[in-house]
């Protein structure tokens, strides 16, 4: 980053931003002198994501969907945009099978126009990839070389190859000298802001547990996942954004801590004070049956590593859900948070 963007950082364009990760991406931009423009079609982000940004100075929502050429708003202000961030796409699995086709468009056709403009602008270029980019793994913990276990023909797939195949348009146009680009493959982020129904574990857990209705375990919970909270995972994007790093290579962004799924559950029992019954469904098709990262490249390259311990992180997230669903807290250590 050269001194003249330090002190003028221009415009951040952060598609998606109007999500559970995207609100919070706009949020430290503006923090950092960033004007930001927030595009976002609102298939799956909340309205009060939004509500939390209007009014703030240098912020401007545009309703577009990536998928269509960027409209005006947009391409207009091209002179002045030095970063692209790409976090267009649902990113849970109700959500992105909802309209496997869109998603899938999203993450390919959207990619591709949000390069072309960081090219047009000489702007640099991020993509939040996925650890689902490495399906259901062999190697554990996850490392950026290993290649993955994807299903092609799976309902997760219009969103795993989706992303596998985003990757491969940023860094064609990086070995093309088209575009800057950084690559981030995300593991479990979560914390405030996240969607009540977006069906991921740790929102399921805490809203069935807030509730009082019955928490629904898929498989006998012993699958592992690492969470990360949000705050990290930001501080991490910001970093990869902002390195010397050439782009050649995708970074891991996740905590390394492993849970199973019976353990978060146990840790969200005891913060919300939960004793309700335990439901025990399927599998969904091609669920994996481990997700750890191995964070060694963020570390060397980024100095980077979570800060957030997942105790403190639940807690944080499961007052914002009671706050958000006018539900109670019994643990003290939620209350607090």
């Not at 330090?6 to 931009?29: W, Y």
């Not at 979570?306 to 997230?317: E, F, I, N, S």
């Amino acid at each position: 980053m050269t001194k003249e963007n330090i002190m003028h950082p221009g415009i951040a364009v952060v598609a998606g931003g109007a999500g559970f990760i995207g609100s919070h991406l706009c949020r430290a931009l503006l923090d950092r002198g960033h004007e930001v423009i927030c595009v976002d079609n609102l298939q799956t982000a909340r309205p009060s994501n939004l509500r939390a940004l209007e009014g703030s100075p240098g912020f401007t929502f545009v309703h577009a969907d990536v998928v269509r050429p960027l409209p005006p708003a947009v391409t207009e202000r091209m002179a002045q945009i030095t970063r692209v961030y790409n976090l267009a796409c649902a990113a849970s699995p109700p959500q992105y099978q909802a309209d496997p086709e869109h998603t899938l468009l999203t993450s390919v056709v959207g990619t591709h126009h949000l390069l072309r403009l960081a090219e047009a602008a000489k702007a640099r270029f991020l993509l939040t990839s996925t650890s689902e980019v490495y399906g259901d793994p062999e190697i554990h913990p996850q490392i950026e070389d290993y290649r993955g276990s994807v299903s092609c023909t799976g309902p997760r797939a219009c969103y795993d190859e989706g992303k596998r195949a985003a990757e491969t348009l940023a860094f064609d146009y990086a070995r093309g000298g088209r575009a800057e680009v950084r690559v981030a493959r995300l593991f479990n982020t979560y914390g405030p802001n996240m969607h009540p129904d977006d069906g991921r574990v740790v929102s399921n857990l805490l809203c069935q547990a807030l509730s009082g209705a019955p928490i629904t375990i898929y498989g006998d919970g012993s699958q592992t996942r690492s969470f990360c909270y949000v705050s990290d995972t930001v501080d991490g994007l910001v970093r990869l954004m902002e390195s010397d790093i050439d782009g050649s290579e995708p970074v891991n962004l996740g905590n390394p801590v492993e849970i199973t799924v019976n353990d978060l559950l146990a840790r969200v029992r005891a913060i919300v004070g939960s004793d309700a019954a335990v439901v025990h469904r399927p599998l969904p098709v091609d669920d994996p049956r481990r997700r750890r990262p191995d964070i060694g490249r963020a570390k060397a390259l980024l100095d980077w590593s979570p800060k957030v311990p997942v105790d403190t992180g639940l807690a944080r997230t499961a007052a914002w859900f009671a706050e958000e669903l006018g539900a109670s807290l019994q643990s003290p250590a939620a209350q607090a948070a």
